[in-house]
């Protein structure tokens, strides 16, 4: 049974920094693409951050360039989204998800079958 469970999240005030963590059981995913999305209340699902499988390709949304860095360790099938620079507007549930290699639009939710529980992230101003 696949399982990813994500920590990390907590309550911090505009300009701190978080790293997010998201472990995955129950198969390897050296080949899947992993990724970060966040949900604020009220609003959609977004896309954040994704990596692919080489650890090389790296994706994100252009509301998070430049502040937020993605990276994965196969070897322990874990991803981190290290967060720096936070803003009240980054308030959200964050959620990891993997997707299976051959697949289109790494930026879509659904393209994303495997999904943990997610972590909240709060930031005051």
């Known amino acids: 049974q696949v399982q990813l469970v994500e920590s990390g999240g907590g309550l911090v005030q505009a300009g701190d920094s978080l790293r997010l963590s998201c472990v995955a059981s129950g198969r390897a995913f050296t080949t899947y693409a992993m990724a970060w999305f966040r949900q604020a209340p009220g609003e959609e699902r977004d896309f954040v951050a994704a990596?692919?499988?080489?650890?090389?390709?790296?994706y994100y949304a252009d509301s998070v360039k430049g502040r937020f860095t993605i990276s994965r360790d196969n070897a322990k099938n874990t991803v981190f989204l290290q967060m720096d620079n936070l803003q009240p507007e980054d308030t959200a549930v964050y959620y990891c998800?993997?997707?299976?290699?051959?697949?289109?639009?790494?930026?879509?939710?659904?393209?994303?079958?495997?999904w943990g529980q997610g972590t909240q992230v709060t930031v005051s101003s």
């Open positions: 990596i692919k499988w080489n650890d090389i390709d790296t």
């Open positions: 998800a993997f997707r299976p290699p051959g697949r289109p639009g790494i930026m879509s939710s659904l393209m994303y079958p495997f």
